[in-house]
């Protein structure tokens, strides 16, 4: 099964992304890793359609320590299309000047939704073509640039769409916000200062937060499993919606 | 000044690019680097805003041996726009279902092109507001998706238009083709196998063409400037337009 893992801070954090627990599930997580990283309206995409074993990039990613607000991170093990670069979660399109990233887990079933707008799969997943399905939504909802929570009540009414079609846990952002979706297996958590006495350790994914953070800073995780046992992971309903902006849940 | 950089060749190559020689000139360039490969129809996408001397992005493009069939790269002098990740060439879009690469060498004055289409900027160069003006020129331009040889007819009547506004020399691609116009200064050369007996050698830039090429490999590679003292390096005119389609100048 595919891993999501998604981060929301309230300052521009120091965050290295360990899969070096990848190595003992080579066999299970062996068609790719992506990972992305806001920093201000920019972002840092890293995609490998390899073992996060045997990848550079998943090697660089372990040692830069990249200032960030929302990161959005996906494990692949392949079910629909092939292993090929272009199938390679997250995915990343341009809306309204801003760089939207997307990351699911989940098959959709017989799923064609009607492309009519300005964005196209690139390669031959269920999931980008949501995404773009998504994107193109998104853009006909909105004659302006409209705010977080505009575009949480618009997804909000689009979502349980693609999500009639199967398993839909996905995370989605545009830099502003975190807007994470599930449907059978999602958990979030939210922590704060001091994070760096607390390392997050799974078999999979851990996250480090360097030091230097100050007392007033919060994150907020969201994970395809939780990722401590002394943490209050919060399982999602089935179909429910959570917001994140400045590394807290929003109303 | 920044330093434009484009490869296409017949079949995927492993290459390998050294920004060791940016050490060198670390003052001049100091404000961030890019590069982009297309897979087929996938792509890897490295930014970093930092000097390539010290950027661990660069020390893995330097070491990973990326099979490609387009690669552009830029290594950026800030003129227009803050030192920021989201300034930072190649930018990226998509169009019918695949990624199109943008990189620019030059400045535009009173650059302010009507952007009313899918395509807005991120960051705040004259460069991706005219790569999104070409996107949304191009995708108004055609009803379905064209062939290549109608891209080129298109943006043969398009690029006049920016280039109007200043210096245009630029790197485009959809990963079927590498789009080179040159208005001020911009050199090309095709080249076959054997690459690896002759590596280019730069002091900025430098591309390792790894073994395992065969007689039937072909590769074109686009330069700010010559990258070799000893090779046949032609010389843009001003306002001219080259297609490299499979290694070699289409007619």
Known sequence: MCQLLGMNANTPTDVMFSFTGLAT???????????????????????DPVSALHSPVAEM???YPIRSEVVIA?????????VALQNCHPF???LWGRYWVFAHNGDLKDYAPRLHGAYRPVGGTDSERAFCWLMQELAKAHASVPSVDELSCTLRELLPQPAAHGTFNMLLSNGQALWAHGTSQLYSVERRHPFVTTRLADEDLSIDFAAHTTPQDRVALVATQPLTRDEDWQAFAPGELRVFRQG???P
Chains 1, 2 share one sequence.
């Open 92 to 94: 990343v399109r341009e």
């Open 61 to 63: 990613v372990r040692r």
């Open 74 to 82: 996906h494990i692949r093990k392949a079910t629909v299309g092939e």
């Open 248 to 250: 807290q849940r929003a």
């Open 25 to 47: 599930r080579a066999a299970e997580h062996q068609d790719g890793f992506g990972i992305a990283f806001f920093e201000d309206r920019g972002l840092r995409h890293f995609i």
